[in-house]
């Protein structure tokens, strides 16, 4: 444990001339905690703390992380969505790839013959996420052999 990142407090006063001189208003309530009088560090020994204060934890900060992905996710997504629908409105949102499709047929003993149907020209968005039910433009530019 760093014990730089411990603050021990002995009374209620020194936690609040603490506050009015740190950050400690930014401080969650969860990352302060009672802590027995007899709780030793090592290296030296707290006589009667009333609170210790830990910096939070490895799964505070990954959760705390989960939740700023997910949220800039949503936002990208939505975004996405949004300008995909200015450009719909101005007839450029969609465009086609020619793709190759192959028909895998099962055979006997576990064998698979592969049957080259053509080319065709399948639609897509111009956007970075599937809409509509259709793929994205770069998607299909990188994945030109279809499997059926």
Known sequence: MNLESVLVVHSIATLLAWRQNSRLDSVHKSFLR????????PGFALSSPVLLYYGPSVGDMLLQALKYAVIGFVVLY??????????????SGLGSVTVSQYLATPLKGKKQEYDYLGSADQPCVKSIFPHNDDQPCWWLERHKNQWQ
């Open 34 to 41: 009672k802590v027995d009088p007899g709780y030793t560090f």
């Open 78 to 91: 939505f975004g996405d969505w949004a300008v995909l629908g200015l450009r719909m409105a101005r007839h």
